[in-house]
């Protein structure tokens, strides 16, 4: 049995902890669909290509979710303590 991709492995732990923190984004991604897909339908995407043997876009995919799942992570952090502005 050949080794896991380790892009994916990351994926899976980066999607875990933004789902845990309720930050799950949201993202553009054309090949996939017109609509904006969730980082977990990306991370499927990537699993099914590494399951075909397309490794390169495998490994491609599973980045973008470790990308986008680190972001949203920080928006939420720079965020956290946001509140109402009232304008003078």
Do not use: C, H
Not at 33 to 52: F, H, I, K, N, S
Not at 81 to 87: K, T
């Amino acid at each position: 049995m050949a080794p896991e991709n380790p892009a994916i492995v990351a994926a899976r732990q980066d999607l875990a902890t933004v789902r845990a923190a309720g930050t799950e984004w949201m993202v553009l991604e054309s090949e996939i669909d017109e609509l904006p897909v969730t980082l977990g339908r990306l991370l499927r995407e990537a699993e099914a290509a590494e399951a075909v043997g397309d490794s390169t876009r495998a490994t491609e995919l599973a980045e973008k979710v470790s990308r986008f799942a680190r972001l949203a992570l920080e928006q939420a952090a720079a965020q956290s303590d946001a509140g109402p502005y009232y304008p003078q």
